[in-house]
């Protein structure tokens, strides 16, 4: 944190061999300072949605917010291409396998936006069988953007707090994957096929119908 909160102060004149134009065209920075502005200004989102917060989500990319001031206006078809995963409304357990799936598809480093309610805790559908408690039992979220629906400068409010996490990564000691604890088993029946589909997304990875050693992450 010490780090992070560090003063950098700007560097006398250049004297010597260097030209007066180049004088006041010289920046010395750290690797850490450019790749994590590199990240926090082009974050390419998913393009996914799953419920009415999705609407408020496609208002951001709209001219009236302009999301192309952050740099993340490119939503991506494919996961693949994305390092940024905004859920927008409720998760059901039918597509909780989609979303980890999704997620698995990223490539590293990437994170998570949980938008709404009912991404957060399930909203007006809390503790119902059919709903996940807050979609972060199914991938690590960096940023929860409360709301029913939020509106579209709430979102981008938690867009400049997760840019501002970022600001703070560093990068000399390597991105770190994260991920949650496998907690569908808490929910879920024995045999019931959600349950299976979701076991084979966890590692150690099985194939469907395996059974699931229920491998737990350290904190």
């Known amino acids: 944190m010490a ?13 010597g061999d260097v030209e007066d134009e180049l004088q006041q065209n ?20 998913v ?3 799953l419920a009415c917060c999705a609407i408020e989500m496609i208002a951001v990319a709209t001219p009236r917010y302009d999301l192309a001031r952050f740099g993340a206006e490119i939503f991506r078809a494919s996961p693949r291409q994305a390092d940024l995963m905004i859920v927008p409304g409720t998760v059901t357990w039918k597509m909780a396998p989609a979303v980890r799936r999704i997620w698995l598809q ?22 119902a069988y059919s709903v996940t408690p807050g979609v972060n039992t199914l991938i690590p979220v960096d940023v929860y953007v409360p709301g029913c629906p939020p509106r ?8 400049m707090l997760l840019q501002d996490k970022i ?10 994957e994260r991920d949650v604890e496998p907690q569908f088993h808490r929910y879920l029946p024995d045999g019931d096929p ?3 589909e979701l076991e084979t997304l966890w590692p150690p990875y099985v194939n469907y119908g395996e059974p699931f050693t229920g491998k737990v992450f350290p904190s």
């Not at 010289?26 to 989102?45: C, E, H, K």
């Not at 600001?167 to 770190?176: C, L, S």
């Open 3 to 15: 780090q992070a909160n560090k003063v950098y102060q700007p560097l006398p004149l250049l004297g």
């Open 26 to 45: 010289i920046l010395i920075t750290s690797v850490d300072q450019v790749v994590n502005w590199a990240r926090r200004s082009s974050l390419w989102p």
């Open 47 to 49: 393009m996914f949605g």
């Open 106 to 127: 990223m490539p590293n480093p990437k994170w998570a936006i949980a938008m709404g309610g009912c991404a957060i805790m399930g909203g007006p559908f809390a503790y």
């Open 152 to 159: 579209p400068e709430s979102l981008l409010t938690g867009l």
């Open 167 to 176: 600001k703070r990564d560093t990068v000399a000691n390597g991105w770190k």
């Open 194 to 196: 959600i349950r299976k």
